[in-house]
């Protein structure tokens, strides 16, 4: 349920429309080739608001998308 609630502390504070919202992630669309850019800016922003989550670039050669999940080991 925590990781449910900075989920959305997450989704509420990040500026974007693009964001499609699963039980125990959210995946953002961006820019082509602009993932690593936006996952780096999103970790500090979930750094700042101090929540257990961490966002990750996608592996997908377009760079689009980057998903927040928890930081828990063995969460995922």
């Known amino acids: 349920m925590k990781n449910q ?13 693009k964001c499609m919202v699963y039980e125990d992630c ?10 690593r850019e936006v996952a780096s800016a ?4 979930i750094e700042k ?3 257990n ?3 990750i670039e996608t592996s997908l050669s377009t760079k689009d998308s ?11």
């Open 49 to 51: 608001l101090d929540l």
């Open 42 to 45: 999103a970790n500090e922003l």
């Open 5 to 17: 609630n900075d989920l959305e502390k997450f989704r509420v504070a990040f500026p974007s429309i």
């Open 53 to 55: 989550l961490t966002a």
């Open 66 to 76: 980057i998903t927040i999940q928890s930081s828990e080991v063995g969460y995922v």
């Open 26 to 35: 959210l995946v953002y669309r961006v820019l082509r080739g602009r993932a």
